[in-house]
């Protein structure tokens, strides 16, 4: 009992301490003191939790015993946890049952947390220097970066975003559970990044810093905040991107085209450190960069990025053609972002998108009760979503998809030393012991426009409550009564009404947020809107079928929703002469939160779809974002669009397999192997060239193969090189005679007797003659007949 009061003891204090090296305006609460009442965020962290315990953490950490020279004790995971980034889920799977215990005091949890930190603890023990990592071939990596020698390191698959994950979830261990003997690990981890930025110079770190490094500056800067030592401060600069920071510190927008992920945790750790080191520049880098991504590069859920990467902020069309819209791992370090924003300047307007991501992409991302995490969410009408597997799917999304549904609770309160502040709508119960406040949440939100809020017990009763007024209620409509007396509640949208008082036990505060209908059209201003009843965005189902690959198998392309492309002039779409389609979008009483627009959706046999919240979809194709076009310019544009459709859907039909040269993620995804190779971005599309050779390696399981296409661009010329396919001369091209001023593909034949690397792989190897360069390469296929 003494240790118990000990350690409640010590939960107090954390955030005191953090505050008191932050300056931070507003506090978070302890997660151990808000809890979910029934609702679907409950239903959504108990699927998580499930989900979580069906791993095992023998596997996971198997990785890191590889690379420590420790004994086997169980085979790793397959996928990507043994495909190059071996051991970034285990530092995910640290933070969410740090999480997950927090929330629901479930002892399996803690057995698992207590357990894997213990194996982990051997491994960094036998590493000798405070490592921690499951990065094939990490003594070698790390030893040739302390000298200088990035050549290992940047042909490996992102080695420091990969121990980041660990390196995080050693401290959410000891912030969220106050583990002991995960801080000593976290600070003896700490040493050794230091030590890699003490011994390099800072050129030499920003070369280092170009590969995708998560946010390795934000832990350190934790450290920093939990330990006062400077140098962990130092460090955290250190490993700070400048050619990231001088942009967006001057007010620069230059994000198109960059892989978003890479930079998203850069700016979290930014803030953190602006924060920590009262370091305005940094502040300010993070805030544009937030407003740059919020206002102009986020779809309607939230959401950003087709491909993993920010497409121009000026055209959002492969957003529609793709079926890699946004990724899952974006929103979640959006969220973090947005959180330490909020906090540090308690703005309605950071918890209004930290609303609309939370119910829109983040509670979307996992299958309610059945499980099942979610990479991409296309917004291509008429497709659909992929779910993981815990034994088959461990991909970066999983690892965040963990996190994501066991922190729910996280933001629906915070406070100051006096005021109480209501952010969320969620039922939920909170406990506030500096004041002795006992307050529980009812609502039926977003199905109901009502929330009611109870003073359960309260002791120290002079505080001011704070409730949110969302951007999305029309000034002056919002309506608050305490104990049934009307209160005055100023006409100002996206910001908080304050209720200053003494409290007293039975206390209720009853707010009533109307709810209207609207449209918002895609951040381009092009013609695609979606459909929002308060702050949810609604969707459709369009059918079930033909979803291959829906619960993924352990594929490194797993994570991508493969099947059928349907013709999006074959979707539905709004046809009106309206400027507001909402005006032709109507309640339907079957169902809470359920409308109809028979008259405005085209052809007739959707006209009876019913419009849904999007987070209630799954296993099914959708419409989320509907075509928008005049009744009178509808029918040509149609015909058009139909030319250009049917091409698209030929190509999708004969394709086996596809690489994005340029583009991170694909590249990855098919073991890009180089010497002397460079990338870049060419009308906002991506390209890789070679003085010596790049290759990929593409997979025909059913050997289907009969060509080869590679996409060029008409201005370059005096480039020569050979095609290989495993290793055998297919082609040899010299630009010199190319087509001016447009992107062209050209078709090679495969031999008849070509032969498969593991019955299944083609290494396609593009070859610079001597002196000359290979490529650029726009996009590599293989095409089946």
Same mark, same amino acid.
């Given at each position: 009992?003494?240790?118990?009061?000990?350690?409640?003891?010590?939960?107090?204090?954390?955030?005191?301490?953090?505050?008191?090296?932050?300056?931070?305006?507003?506090?978070?609460?302890?997660?151990?003191?808000? &809890?979910?009442?029934?609702?679907?965020?409950?239903?959504?962290?108990?699927?998580?939790?499930?989900?979580?315990?069906?791993?095992?953490?023998?596997?996971?950490?198997?990785?890191?015993?590889?690379?420590?020279?420790?004994?086997?004790?169980?085979?790793?995971?397959? !996928?990507?946890?043994?495909?190059?980034?071996?051991?970034?889920?285990?530092?995910?799977?640290?933070?969410?049952?740090?999480? @997950?215990?927090?929330?629901?005091?479930?002892?399996?949890?803690?057995? /698992?947390?207590?357990?894997?930190?213990?194996?982990?603890?051997?491994?960094?023990?036998?590493?000798?220097?405070?490592?921690?990592?499951?990065?094939?071939?990490?003594?070698?990596?790390?030893?040739?970066?302390?000298?200088?020698?990035?050549?290992?390191?940047?042909?490996?698959?992102?080695?420091?975003?990969?121990?980041?994950?660990?390196?995080?979830?050693?401290?959410?261990?000891?912030?969220?559970?106050?583990?002991?003997?995960?801080?000593?690990?976290?600070? &003896?981890?700490?040493?050794?990044?230091?030590?890699?930025?003490?011994?390099?110079?800072?050129?030499?770190?920003?070369?280092?810093?170009?590969?995708?490094?998560?946010?390795?500056?934000?832990?350190?800067?934790?450290?920093?905040?939990?330990?006062?030592?400077?140098?962990?401060?130092?460090?955290?600069?250190?490993?700070?991107?400048?050619?990231?920071?001088?942009? @967006?510190?001057?007010?620069?927008?230059?994000?198109?085209?960059?892989?978003? !992920?890479?930079?998203?945790?850069?700016?979290?750790?930014?803030?953190?450190?602006?924060?920590?080191?009262?370091?305005?520049?940094?502040?300010?880098?993070?805030?544009?960069?937030?407003?740059?991504?919020?206002?102009?590069?986020?779809?309607?859920?939230?959401?950003?990025?087709?491909?993993?990467?920010?497409?121009?902020?000026?055209?959002?069309?492969?957003?529609?053609?793709?079926?890699?819209?946004?990724?899952?791992?974006?929103?979640?370090?959006?969220?973090?972002?947005?959180?330490?924003?909020?906090?540090?300047?308690?703005?309605?307007?950071?918890?209004?998108?930290?609303?609309?991501?939370?119910?829109?992409?983040?509670?979307?991302?996992?299958?309610?009760?059945?499980?099942?995490?979610?990479?991409?969410?296309?917004?291509?009408?008429?497709?659909? /979503?992929?779910?993981?597997?815990?034994?088959?799917?461990?991909?970066?999304?999983?690892?965040?998809?963990?996190?994501?549904?066991?922190?729910?609770?996280? +933001?629906?309160?915070?406070?100051?030393?006096?005021?109480?502040?209501?952010? @969320?709508?969620?039922?939920?119960?909170?406990?506030?012991?500096?004041?002795?406040?006992?307050?529980?949440?009812?609502?039926?939100?977003?199905?109901?426009?009502?929330?009611?809020?109870?003073?359960?017990?309260?002791?120290?009763?002079?505080?001011?409550?704070?409730?949110?007024?969302?951007?999305?209620?029309?000034?002056?409509?919002?309506?608050?009564?305490?104990?049934?007396?009307?209160?005055?509640?100023?006409?100002?949208?996206?910001?908080?009404?304050?209720? !200053?008082?003494?409290?007293?036990?039975?206390?209720?505060?009853?707010?009533?947020?109307?709810?209207?209908?609207?449209?918002?059209?895609?951040?381009?201003?092009?013609?695609?809107?979606?459909?929002?009843?308060?702050?949810?965005?609604?969707?459709?189902?369009?059918?079930?079928?033909?979803?291959?690959?829906?619960?993924?198998?352990?594929?490194?392309?797993?994570?991508?929703?493969?099947?059928?492309?349907?013709?999006?002039?074959? +979707?539905?779409?709004?046809?009106?002469?309206?400027?507001?389609?909402?005006?032709?979008?109507?309640?339907? !009483?079957?169902?809470?939160?359920?409308?109809?627009?028979?008259?405005?959706?085209?052809?007739?046999?959707?006209?009876?779809? &019913?419009?849904?919240?999007?987070?209630?979809?799954?296993?099914?194709?959708?419409?989320?974002?509907?075509?928008?076009?005049?009744?009178?310019?509808?029918?040509?544009?149609?015909?058009?669009?139909?030319?250009?459709?049917?091409?698209?859907?030929?190509?999708?039909?004969?394709?086996?397999?596809?690489?994005?040269?340029?583009?991170?993620?694909?590249?990855?995804?098919?073991?890009?192997?180089?010497?002397?190779?460079?990338?870049?971005?060419?009308?906002?599309?991506?390209?890789?060239?070679?003085?010596?050779?790049?290759?990929?390696?593409?997979?025909?399981?059913?050997?289907?193969?009969?060509?080869?296409?590679?996409?060029?661009?008409?201005?370059?010329?005096?480039?020569?090189?050979?095609?290989?396919?495993?290793?055998?001369?297919?082609?040899?091209?010299?630009?010199?005679?190319?087509?001016?001023?447009?992107?062209?593909?050209?078709?090679?034949?495969?031999?008849?007797?070509?032969?498969?690397?593991?019955?299944?792989?083609?290494?396609?190897?593009?070859?610079?003659?001597?002196?000359?360069?290979?490529?650029?390469?726009?996009?590599?296929?293989? @095409?089946?007949?």
């Amino acid at each position: 009992m003494r240790d118990m009061k000990r350690f409640c003891l010590f939960f107090l204090l954390i955030p005191a301490l953090l505050k008191a090296q932050t300056g931070a305006t507003l506090q978070e609460f302890p997660l151990q003191d808000v &809890k979910l009442l029934p609702g679907i965020f409950k239903e959504q962290e108990l699927t998580d939790l499930n989900y979580v315990l069906k791993l095992n953490p023998d596997k996971l950490v198997a990785p890191f015993r590889r690379e420590a020279g420790l004994p086997k004790k169980s085979e790793s995971y397959g !996928n990507w946890e043994s495909s190059g980034l071996d051991g970034h889920i285990a530092g995910h799977y640290l933070s969410a049952l740090a999480m @997950l215990y927090a929330n629901t005091n479930d002892k399996r949890v803690l057995e /698992r947390l207590n357990y894997t930190i213990a194996q982990l603890k051997l491994c960094q023990d036998k590493n000798g220097d405070g490592y921690l990592g499951g990065v094939p071939g990490s003594r070698q990596i790390w030893d040739e970066v302390r000298k200088g020698n990035f050549d290992t390191f940047n042909k490996r698959w992102v080695p420091f975003y990969n121990i980041h994950k660990t390196f995080a979830g050693l401290r959410d261990a000891y912030l969220y559970n106050g583990n002991q003997t995960a801080k000593a690990m976290l600070i &003896k981890f700490a040493d050794w990044f230091t030590g890699i930025s003490s011994v390099l110079t800072p050129e030499q770190m920003q070369r280092l810093l170009q590969n995708e490094h998560g946010g390795v500056n934000e832990v350190l800067a934790d450290v920093y905040s939990i330990t006062g030592d400077k140098k962990y401060l130092d460090a955290a600069y250190a490993f700070s991107q400048q050619a990231m920071l001088q942009p @967006l510190e001057n007010g620069q927008d230059k994000l198109d085209n960059l892989h978003a !992920n890479t930079q998203i945790p850069k700016i979290i750790g930014f803030k953190r450190i602006a924060d920590l080191g009262k370091d305005t520049s940094y502040n300010n880098a993070a805030k544009f960069f937030w407003q740059t991504v919020v206002n102009h590069r986020s779809v309607a859920t939230g959401g950003n990025s087709v491909r993993e990467h920010f497409n121009p902020s000026a055209d959002f069309s492969t957003m529609i053609s793709s079926v890699e819209g946004p990724e899952t791992c974006n929103t979640y370090n959006m969220l973090k972002l947005t959180e330490q924003l909020y906090l540090a300047d308690p703005k309605g307007l950071y918890m209004d998108y930290y609303e609309r991501a939370l119910y829109n992409h983040i509670l979307t991302t996992q299958r309610p009760g059945q499980g099942g995490f979610v990479y991409f969410t296309p917004m291509r009408p008429g497709h659909y /979503r992929v779910y993981s597997q815990p034994e088959t799917s461990m991909w970066c999304c999983v690892g965040s998809g963990m996190e994501n549904h066991a922190k729910y609770e996280k +933001m629906i309160y915070s406070h100051s030393a006096n005021a109480l502040f209501v952010n @969320l709508f969620i039922p939920s119960q909170l406990k506030w012991k500096e004041k002795g406040l006992a307050l529980t949440q009812v609502t039926a939100f977003p199905e109901s426009n009502t929330t009611r809020l109870t003073i359960n017990n309260v002791v120290k009763s002079d505080f001011t409550l704070n409730i949110r007024y969302p951007a999305w209620v029309k000034q002056g409509s919002l309506s608050i009564t305490v104990n049934g007396v009307k209160q005055l509640v100023k006409p100002t949208a996206s910001s908080y009404v304050a209720l !200053n008082r003494k409290w007293r036990k039975g206390d209720v505060v009853a707010v009533t947020m109307p709810m209207q209908t609207t449209t918002e059209r895609l951040p381009d201003g092009s013609n695609y809107e979606a459909v929002l009843r308060g702050p949810i965005v609604l969707a459709a189902v369009v059918d079930t079928a033909n979803e291959q690959g829906l619960n993924a198998d352990d594929s490194r392309m797993g994570h991508s929703a493969r099947g059928e492309l349907y013709k999006i002039t074959d +979707m539905p779409a709004f046809v009106s002469d309206t400027n507001n389609d909402a005006l032709l979008i109507k309640s339907d !009483n079957s169902a809470p939160l359920t409308f109809t627009a028979h008259d405005l959706i085209y052809p007739a046999r959707y006209k009876n779809l &019913k419009l849904v919240p999007f987070y209630k979809i799954h296993n099914a194709r959708y419409v989320l974002y509907w075509r928008k076009e005049s009744a009178n310019g509808f029918a040509a544009l149609q015909q058009k669009m139909a030319d250009e459709d049917t091409k698209i859907a030929n190509l999708a039909a004969k394709t086996i397999d596809l690489v994005n040269p340029g583009e991170q993620q694909p590249e990855s995804d098919h073991f890009m192997e180089s010497e002397r190779s460079f990338s870049g971005v060419n009308f906002n599309r991506h390209w890789r060239a070679a003085g010596g050779w790049f290759s990929y390696l593409l997979t025909d399981k059913n050997h289907e193969a009969k060509k080869l296409s590679i996409t060029y661009y008409g201005k370059e010329w005096n480039h020569k090189f050979s095609i290989m396919i495993n290793d055998r001369e297919v082609a040899k091209v010299d630009l010199k005679n190319a087509k001016p001023d447009e992107f062209f593909t050209e078709e090679y034949a495969l031999p008849a007797d070509i032969k498969y690397t593991d019955n299944q792989s083609l290494r396609v190897k593009i070859v610079a003659e001597n002196g000359a360069v290979a490529g650029p390469v726009y996009e590599v296929r293989l @095409l089946k007949e």
